[in-house]
Structure formats: structure tokens, C-alpha cells
């Protein structure tokens, strides 16, 4: 079966993506820029509150680098790799739940890829 063009190109965007390393504090970064927020923001915790900008850090560490949960959990000064795994398995049902975050994120991802293409 013949592939679309559409087809092609997605995959060649895929691969694209999939070339272009993406560092911890390009994510750090580009998550606060997105958010409009200081850095400081994305390490405090408040039980039963959801801090958005942490967790799509934390999603985006795990989803773009592959890093693993107490590597993760190193950088954001978390003892328990668990909370992390929690935090992604919360931000995966959150995003099936409300598409506007899902977009957001997405949107989130596109920007820092292109942040890194510019580099």
C-alpha cells in the first residue's frame, strides 16, 4: 500500500523530532517562559494543589529525554520516585479528561522543540 504524502510527512516530522536533543534546562526554561512563571515556582509544592507548570516539567522530562523517575525526582528535590511516577500518571488522566490542557502541553512541546531548533 502506498503511503500519502500527508503520511510522509508526518513521519518525517516525527523523525525530525526525534533527532533534536532536548536538555533539562531547555525544559526547566521553556516551561517557565511558557508559563510566565520564575523558576523557583517549579520546585514548591502545595499538598492538593495542582501546579501545572511542575507537572508538565516533570511530564515533558519523562516524555521528550526518557529520564528516569529518580533522575527526575533529583532535579526537582524529590525523595520518592513514586511522587514523579504519581505526577505523570496524574498529568496522562488530566490531559484524556480536558483537551485544553492537552492542547497546551502539546503546544508546550511544539514550543520547545523550536526553541532548540533555533540553537
Known amino acids: 500500500m502506498k503511503a500519502s504524502y500527508r503520511e510522509l510527512r508526518d513521519n518525517d516530522e516525527i523523525r525530525q523530532k526525534k533527532d533534536i536533543y532536548v536538555s533539562t534546562s531547555a525544559i526547566l526554561l521553556n516551561v517557565c517562559a511558557f508559563y510566565h512563571i520564575k523558576n523557583d515556582e517549579l520546585y514548591s509544592t502545595k499538598r492538593g494543589y ?6 508538565a516539567a516533570i511530564f515533558l522530562m519523562r516524555r521528550l529525554r526518557r529520564d528516569s523517575l529518580p ?3 533529583q532535579i526537582f528535590h524529590v525523595k520518592k520516585y513514586s511522587t514523579i511516577s504519581s505526577t505523570i500518571e496524574r498529568m496522562k488522566i488530566r490531559m484524556q479528561k480536558d483537551p485544553k490542557l492537552k492542547k497546551r502541553i ?3 512541546e511544539a514550543f520547545i522543540y523550536k526553541s532548540q531548533e533555533q540553537t
Open 106 to 108: 502539546e503546544n508546550l
Open 71 to 73: 533522575e527526575i525526582g
Open 50 to 55: 495542582f501546579n501545572e507548570p511542575r507537572s
